[in-house]
């Protein structure tokens, strides 16, 4: 099975900071990594596919980048509304993995 | 709009059995794969189950393979997982959700039931 390694597992930010969260795989997985944002008692929301392609309705300040065994989702610049937990996910092959999550709480 | 509202939630003893649903509506349903993800108090996501599109084939996650089944029902847009053996550890909120149909994950999930498995 392959591994999700996210980091870090938790991060103090203000508003307006660049915010980078890493999602490493056991083995490569070519692009097949997602991000999802998850807010407390809601499910996950999806921001990026593709590991680097924008989800539709999704603010331009996220973004991903990639491949194969390194991945990274990156918010240019940290709004209130941007505090939550993050997760990456793969689906190369089955079964899919989610990373630890990343909780991004105000500084 | 596209819906899937997950249900079948409850309390049950060590070694019951439980069954969820997903049913969904606003989509063509069986043009998509539709999966299980469970997330334990206070943990983080583990995908549990999938099916595709057409019902041929199941995945399922080493930890509930052979306990859980899931399966779809065309005639009634509805995905069901059924939970037998239930252990402690399957105590989490459940959540379906929508394969986006390009093998790029999940674009749309239910609000979650929640599974305590407790004596």
């Known amino acids: 099975d392959i591994q999700m390694t996210q980091s870090p597992s938790s991060l103090s930010a203000s508003v307006g900071d660049r915010v980078t969260i890493t999602c490493r795989a056991s083995?490569?997985?070519?692009?097949?990594l997602g991000w999802y944002q998850q807010k407390p008692g809601k499910a996950p929301k999806r921001l990026i596919y593709?590991?680097?392609s924008l989800q539709s309705g999704v603010p331009s300040r996220f973004s991903g980048s990639g491949s194969g065994t390194e991945f990274t989702l990156t918010i240019s610049s940290l709004q209130p509304e941007d505090f939550a937990t993050y997760f990456c996910?793969?689906?190369?092959?089955?079964?899919?993995?989610f990373g630890q999550g990343t909780k991004v709480e105000i500084k | 709009q596209v819906q899937l509202v997950d249900s079948g939630g409850g309390e049950a003893q060590p070694g019951r059995s439980l069954r969820l649903s997903c049913a969904a509506s606003?989509?063509?349903?069986?043009?998509?794969?539709i999966h299980w993800v469970r997330q334990a108090p206070g943990k983080g996501l583990e995908w549990v189950a999938g099916?595709?599109?057409?019902?041929?084939?199941?995945y399922y996650a080493d930890s509930v393979k052979g306990r859980f089944t899931i399966s779809r029902d065309f005639s009634k847009n509805t995905v069901w997982l059924q939970m037998n053996s239930l252990r402690a550890e399957d105590t989490a909120v459940y959540y379906c959700?929508?394969?986006?149909?390009?093998?790029?994950?999940?674009?749309?999930w239910g609000q979650g039931t929640l599974v305590t498995v407790s004596s």
């Open positions: 593709a590991a680097s």
């Open positions: 996910l793969h689906h190369f092959s089955y079964p899919w993995t």
């Open positions: 099916v595709s599109y057409d019902g041929t084939n199941k």
């Open positions: 959700a929508r394969d986006d149909g390009y093998n790029y994950g999940f674009d749309y």
């Open positions: 606003g989509f063509t349903f069986s043009s998509f794969g």
């Open positions: 083995q490569g997985i070519r692009n097949d």
